[in-house]
């Protein structure tokens, strides 16, 4: 059996995750208080206690996230867990992915997260970017719809995240998505859904975040991954490190091609995966793009026991 770890990104957050895990395992809250020294926020107080609209914040979310799987990692060490022979992470769980595979030091990681989520926050004002998902429609039609929208509303909309089959999230300025998801239900999506985020994710938009964040990444070290990696911009086995440090940039304005991760990973062989986070998005997305496969979440100390004896 091939084992592929998958790591979550914005969007698993949810206050009181971990809590049963660190009632029991002191691993938890020492990885939470390494990730809060290398930032100075109190991110364990905040997943305990929120308030939520404090954790959903794009520059907290994103060091409590990957605090959350790196602590996950550290315990499935610990307790003698298989290592994976693949590693992949959705948006901001790529960064998940390179500290469990030794390529980034976890507090560098943490620092660069946090000023990724700033950088990402502030280069749309609030209310003039939003993202939609489209359930339901293929994706030749989207990229119509978007295409269509963009032009008449003299905006920007484009696919953000191809998260399974019939299931991609849109982004851009306002209107463009706006006419966009009306578009895309005229040409027969079966819903198009508002997300509640604060910023338009993984489009042109975010270009000035990308050119930001690319001067923080020029002051952190990346080694050579212990297990083999797939990033998001070309769902490709990444092996160099140059190429490592280019999608990483690249990703914040570039859209996040989870299906082709995933089917790259199968084409590699894997027929397991394991969740390394808070939530069970991915396994869902997983399942629905091949249902052979196998997935298990760590996001509750019931599955983890589960996954670690599985």
């Known amino acids: ?60 979310t994103q060091p409590a996230l ?29 960064y998940s992915a390179l500290v469990c595979a030794g390529s980034l030091d976890f507090s560098d990681a943490v620092r660069l997260v ?29 990229a119509q719809a978007c295409t269509e929208a963009a032009s008449e509303t003299n905006g920007i909309v484009a696919p ?36 509640a985020v604060s910023a338009p994710f993984h489009c042109q938009l975010m270009q000035p975040a990308a050119e930001n964040f690319a001067k923080e990444l020029e002051k952190v070290t990346i080694n050579q991954p212990h297990f083999t990696l797939v990033q998001n911009t070309d ?18 304005a570039q859209p996040v091609r989870w299906t082709e991760c995933v089917q790259t990973m199968i084409n590699a062989g894997m027929d397991n995966y394991v969740e390394c986070g808070p939530g ?7 399942r629905r793009i091949d249902r052979k496969v196998g997935s298990n979440s760590l996001a509750t100390l019931e599955s983890f026991d589960s996954a670690i004896n599985t």
């Open 160 to 195: 953000a995240n191809f998260n399974s089959p019939g299931q991609v999230v849109i982004a851009g300025s306002t209107s463009a998505v706006a006419a966009a998801m009306e578009k895309c239900q005229n040409l027969g999506a079966r819903r198009a859904v508002q997300l």
């Open 66 to 94: 990957l605090a959350a799987s790196v602590a996950l990692w550290r315990l499935w060490q610990s307790r003698g867990g298989a290592n994976p022979d693949i590693v992949a992470g959705h948006s901001l769980g790529e």
């Open 235 to 252: 769902a490709a086995i990444t092996t160099d490190v140059q190429s490592i440090r280019k999608k990483l940039i690249d990703q914040i």
């Open 280 to 286: 069970k998005v991915l396994s869902g997305l997983i």
């Open 1 to 60: 059996m091939s084992l592929g770890f998958v790591f979550p990104g914005q969007g698993a957050q949810e206050v009181g995750m971990l809590s049963d895990h660190a009632a029991k395992e002191p691993i938890i809250i020492k990885t939470f208080e390494i990730a809060q020294e290398a930032v100075g926020l109190p991110l364990w107080e905040l997943v305990c206690k929120g308030p939520e609209e404090e954790l959903n914040k794009t520059a907290i």
């Open 114 to 142: 946090h000023a990724r989520g700033k950088f990402m926050q502030d280069a749309v004002p609030l209310g003039k970017g939003s993202m939609a998902a489209i359930l339901g429609l293929a994706d030749d039609l989207l």
